[in-house]
């Protein structure tokens, strides 16, 4: 059977299940993110055994594992509404607790395949990923993670005055009230450094800025290539990152073949990592350098699935299944 680690409302999810279910195929939901309200779970350790079951299906009935994410913690589901003082720690405690129980679904799987490994996914960070894809002959742009304003504004200076800083995690979305807010790459100029009282600052990810002729999302499932030409560079609102959606003009997306030299490079950067399969972005510049950026193996498919007709949740499907033979 095979099992599927996500979370509740992810179209993704949903798509490559209605295939899963077309096929005829035994599989098991479990939102993550909804273990706290209406999922059973217990895992019995004695010197025996160590069996894990959820909504009463025992570990032992899977052998294969789809980790497509990771959920997000919700401490309003333990916590009582109060002003308590100690409210902010025991949220910080019960997200430990909830990660901590995250980590025991690998040990207690045993005798698996994974689609997307859980321990290639939290041992993977932007630092390893740019060591290991320029390793594997990717070309990647000039880093530097730094905490210091002279240091940063000397590397900037080398870079003709202009780069990029971008989050060294994952970017996270903030609500507040009715809006939200995203931690996302901006450009960065000599101007900021200006402007800047303080000299040092929490370390930060700069890299030079890349000008750009289009970014390019692959999505990489079992050593195939799918890959999509984002024509970004042509609206300002979307120039530096294309994930600042322009919704009532959206950029235009198309189909794109890789290099023959690139797909053979990818492919020794995501068997180095751990991953078979992840969302791959990188960019073609103006003077033909086809850079990496990053790999989110968590990544959503279907923006480029869609648009370029590569039907990737059947495929993901038929992937699943044919690991259970």
Request: overall charge positive; hydrophobic content about 40%; charged content about 25%.
């Given at each position: 059977?095979?099992?599927?680690?996500t979370t509740h409302?992810d179209?993704?999810?949903?798509?490559t299940?209605?295939w899963?279910?077309?096929y005829?195929a035994k599989?098991?939901?479990?939102?993550i993110?909804?273990?706290?309200?209406?999922?059973?779970?217990?895992y019995k350790?004695?010197?025996t055994?160590?069996?894990f079951?959820?909504n009463?299906?025992?570990s032992?009935?899977?052998t294969?594992i789809w980790?497509r994410?990771s959920?997000?913690?919700r401490?309003?589901?333990?916590?009582?509404?109060s002003k308590?003082i100690l409210?902010d720690q025991?949220?910080s405690?019960?997200?430990?607790?909830?990660?901590?129980?995250v980590?025991?679904l690998k040990?207690?799987?045993k005798?698996v395949?994974w689609l997307?490994d859980i321990?290639?996914v939290?041992?993977?960070?932007k630092?390893k990923?740019?060591?290991?894809?320029?390793?594997a002959g990717l070309?990647?742009?000039?880093?530097?993670i730094?905490?210091d304003?002279?240091c940063?504004?000397?590397f900037?200076?080398?870079?003709?005055?202009k780069s990029?800083?971008k989050?060294?995690?994952e970017?996270e979305i903030?609500?507040?009230?009715?809006?939200?807010?995203s931690?996302s790459?901006?450009?960065?100029?000599?101007?900021?450094?200006k402007?800047l009282k303080t000299?040092?600052?929490l370390p930060?990810?700069?890299?030079?800025?890349?000008d750009?002729?289009i970014?390019?999302r692959?999505f990489?499932l079992?050593?195939d290539?799918?890959a999509?030409a984002i024509?970004s560079q042509l609206?300002?609102?979307t120039?530096i990152d294309?994930?600042?959606y322009n919704?009532?003009?959206p950029n235009?997306y198309?189909?794109?073949?890789l290099p023959?030299?690139?797909i053979?490079?990818?492919?020794?950067?995501?068997?180095?990592?751990?991953?078979?399969?992840g969302?791959?972005?990188m960019?073609k510049?103006k003077?033909g350098?086809?850079?990496?950026?990053?790999?989110?193996p968590?990544g959503?498919?279907?923006?480029l699935?869609?648009p370029?007709?590569y039907?990737?949740e059947e495929?993901?499907?038929?992937?699943?299944?044919?690991?259970?033979?």
């Amino acid at each position: 059977m095979i099992l599927i680690l996500t979370t509740h409302g992810d179209h993704s999810t949903d798509q490559t299940i209605d295939w899963l279910t077309h096929y005829k195929a035994k599989y098991q939901r479990i939102n993550i993110n909804d273990l706290l309200v209406d999922q059973t779970i217990s895992y019995k350790i004695d010197s025996t055994q160590d069996e894990f079951t959820i909504n009463n299906k025992s570990s032992k009935d899977f052998t294969v594992i789809w980790f497509r994410k990771s959920g997000v913690f919700r401490s309003s589901y333990l916590m009582l509404k109060s002003k308590s003082i100690l409210k902010d720690q025991l949220s910080s405690f019960l997200s430990f607790e909830y990660a901590a129980f995250v980590q025991s679904l690998k040990i207690s799987f045993k005798n698996v395949t994974w689609l997307c490994d859980i321990e290639s996914v939290e041992a993977l960070d932007k630092t390893k990923q740019l060591i290991l894809a320029s390793k594997a002959g990717l070309d990647i742009p000039k880093s530097l993670i730094t905490n210091d304003k002279n240091c940063a504004a000397e590397f900037v200076k080398k870079l003709n005055g202009k780069s990029i800083i971008k989050p060294l995690a994952e970017s996270e979305i903030f609500n507040a009230g009715d809006a939200k807010y995203s931690i996302s790459p901006k450009l960065l100029t000599q101007i900021f450094f200006k402007a800047l009282k303080t000299k040092k600052f929490l370390p930060s990810l700069i890299q030079e800025y890349l000008d750009k002729d289009i970014e390019l999302r692959i999505f990489f499932l079992d050593g195939d290539c799918y890959a999509m030409a984002i024509f970004s560079q042509l609206d300002n609102q979307t120039k530096i990152d294309y994930r600042n959606y322009n919704f009532d003009k959206p950029n235009r997306y198309v189909p794109y073949a890789l290099p023959t030299t690139v797909i053979e490079n990818l492919k020794c950067f995501m068997r180095d990592v751990g991953l078979n399969t992840g969302s791959i972005d990188m960019i073609k510049t103006k003077c033909g350098r086809m850079v990496f950026l990053e790999v989110n193996p968590k990544g959503q498919y279907d923006m480029l699935s869609n648009p370029c007709n590569y039907f990737l949740e059947e495929k993901i499907a038929k992937s699943l299944i044919n690991k259970l033979n």
